[in-house]
């Protein structure tokens, strides 16, 4: 194996990382900057008003978007693990 292909392979790890990540950190991104809006709207600075939406959000999307993070980790491995062979090299 090569340092390019190592390179490759490791470049792939992390972008199926970040589309397996990606959407709950959109969830938790958009409702931060609407309850920071809300906050300074209203001037309420409590930090339950502000982490539990937050937590919600993510858990529910969590498992909205569970088969879908997992078909996509599940790809990556399948093509890893078939690609097996080209790695002795």
């Known amino acids: 194996m090569n340092p390019q292909f190592a390179v490759h ?3 792939q790890a992390l972008m199926a990382t970040f589309w397996v990540c990606a959407p709950l950190l959109v969830i938790s991104f958009v409702l931060s900057i609407l309850i920071n809006f809300v906050q300074i709207a209203t001037s309420m ?3 339950v008003f502000s982490t539990v939406p937050r937590l919600a959000a ?6 909205l978007l569970l088969p879908w993070m997992l078909n996509h980790a599940v790809g990556y491995a399948v093509a890893i693990l078939g690609d097996l062979g080209r790695f002795a090299h």
């Open 58 to 63: 993510c858990f529910v999307g969590f498992i």
């Open 45 to 47: 600075q409590d930090p």
């Open 9 to 11: 392979i490791v470049g």
